[in-house]
């Protein structure tokens, strides 16, 4: 059984945002917890009668308090969407995750630019620092191109993974399908090559950051639209800014839409 755990859904500043006197909760409804986002990443098992093979998508600012409210310890690989600070800036956490896997290094996947930023950004977490005896925690691996299916190994059997390549703006963002479900946080365009790739998915967690258009992000109508054209039969709203209230998209909606929520669990 494949399953995904939302681990974070909210825009880059999380929701509430920091605010003058207090949380800015924009139009959200403060005593809905649903309303409550830490910054994107999604936890992806692949469960069998031999154990669990964990992929860790993203490693956002809030992983820590993330992985602790999934009661998470371990993961088989690392999977980076790109190298901006909402999805990369909780690396050092990966530290812990390594010690409890008595030192064994992680494997970690992503793009040419992505990996190369990352290493200049956290160089101790790829190679041991002159005059210092810390070990590296990871080991990367530049994923080819054209993308091809890759798995992961771990305890519950290969991870099927195929990324997909995605504007973000200025630059390049990768989305992932597992299987039957996909992942295409911070997106804001979509070629024919990434619509094939989306073809058959079952469960698309797919961005729409606000109602109005944003520069680097799809918005609620673009990502409806896009919806429309892939047909999965289930749509998860993630990546989401203080002016989508959990409650209000609920209603709003047509069927098989939802918003994403900290902590939702998708199965496949």
């Known amino acids: ?5 939302i681990l974070g859904c909210g825009s880059s500043g999380g929701v509430p945002r920091l605010g003058e006197g207090g949380p800015n909760w924009g139009v959200c409804d403060p005593a809905n917890p649903r309303n409550r986002r830490s910054r994107c990443s ?5 469960k069998s009668a031999t154990g669990e093979t964990r992929a860790l998508v993203d490693t956002s600012p809030d992983l820590r308090e993330q992985l602790l409210a999934a009661n998470i310890g371990r993961v088989d690989g690392v999977l980076i969407t790109h190298d901006h600070a909402d999805q990369t800036h909780g690396m050092d956490d990966l530290r812990v995750l390594v010690l409890q896997q008595k030192g064994k290094k992680l494997d970690m996947w992503s793009d040419k630019f992505a990996l190369d930023s990352l290493s200049r950004k956290f160089s101790y977490i790829f190679h041991t620092p ?5 070990p590296p925690i990871v080991e990367a691996h530049v994923l080819p191109e054209p993308f ?9 059997g290969p991870l099927p993974v195929l990324a997909i390549g995605q504007s973000h703006g200025r630059i390049r963002s990768l989305g992932f399908r597992f299987g039957g479900i996909a992942y295409s946080p911070d997106v804001d365009g979509l070629d024919d090559e990434a619509f094939a790739a989306l073809d058959g998915v079952e469960c698309w967690i797919v961005d729409a950051l606000r109602r109005t258009p944003h520069p680097s992000h799809a918005h609620l109508s673009r990502t409806l639209e896009w919806i429309a054209r892939v047909k999965p039969k289930r749509a998860i709203l993630t990546n989401m800014h203080a002016d989508m209230d959990y409650d209000t998209l609920k209603r709003e909606l047509p069927p098989g839409v939802e918003p994403a929520y900290d902590g939702m669990i998708i199965t496949a």
Request: net charge negative; proline share 12%; charged share 20%.
């Open 42 to 46: 999604i936890l992806v098992t692949q």
């Open 1 to 5: 059984m494949l399953e995904v755990r």
């Open 130 to 134: 002159p005059n210092r005896d810390y």
């Open 148 to 156: 091809v299916p890759f798995d992961i190994a771990g305890p519950g």
